[in-house]
């Protein structure tokens, strides 16, 4: 059974970066598929910011202007997140899932809700 | 990048009824469409992909149907459960993009 964790600060100071890790059990990142990001900011609705593949290929949101940097952690089955410069438009929860080659995801983490505040 | 917009934003209906809810996207494709459901406080659940084909242990009272841009997800006798916000995400070109989600609320 394939199950994704997110961990990663609660609260980040406005213009620094924010920091998440995935952890994935039950399946081997290295066996394939796409590992990305979805955030849902309070009240609203879903917005991609990108994936990475197993050998690190990577496709982003570009409305996210280039803050954004994926990596892929094989031996310890693990994908992060970085968002650079963020603001309070960054407060979200923040989900990590499997994506098939094909694109849907059947995978979601349960979520961390990220809270950008000084 | 290609905008999915989900009318109608809110449907008030009863059980029982049969509902059709719908995403319009800006440019056309074929079946490359997902549909999600979210309940509150949790993660979205996949419903359908490949805009018509039933994700695993999905009832089948949910359908998918469309293609080009117009795609519609019709849930034939709503239950109880079935109230929940649902979002269609296209996976055609990237960026991946999600519509803004119909919920769906007890009458």
Do not use: M
Not at chain 1, 89 to 113: I, K, N, P
Request: aromatic share 12%; net charge neutral.
């Amino acid at each position: 059974q394939v199950q994704l964790q997110e961990s990663g600060p609660g609260l980040v100071q406005p213009s620094e970066t924010l920091s998440l890790t995935c952890t994935v059990s039950g399946y081997s990142i290295s066996s394939g598929d796409y590992w990305g990001w979805i955030r849902q900011p309070p009240g609203k609705g879903l917005e991609w910011i990108g994936n990475i593949y197993h050998d690190g290929n990577t496709y982003d949101n570009p409305s996210l202007k280039s803050r954004v940097t994926i990596s892929v952690d094989t031996s310890n089955n693990q994908f992060s997140l970085k968002l650079g410069s963020v603001t309070a438009a960054d407060t979200a929860v923040y989900y990590c899932a499997r994506f098939t080659s094909s694109g849907w995801s059947e995978y979601w983490g349960q979520g961390t809700l990220v809270t950008v505040s000084s | 990048e290609i905008v999915l917009t989900q009318s109608p934003a809110t449907l008030s209906v009863s059980p029982g009824e049969r509902v059709t809810l719908s995403c319009r996207a800006s440019q056309s494709f074929s079946s490359n469409l997902a549909w999600y459901q979210q309940k509150p406080g949790q993660a979205p659940r996949l419903l359908i992909n490949r805009a018509s084909t039933r994700a695993t242990g999905i009832p089948a009272r949910f359908s998918g149907s469309g293609s080009g841009t117009e795609f519609t997800l019709t849930i034939s006798s709503l239950q109880s459960e079935d109230f929940a916000v649902y979002y269609c995400q296209q996976y055609n070109d990237w960026p991946y993009t999600f519509g803004q989600g119909t919920k769906l609320e007890i009458k």
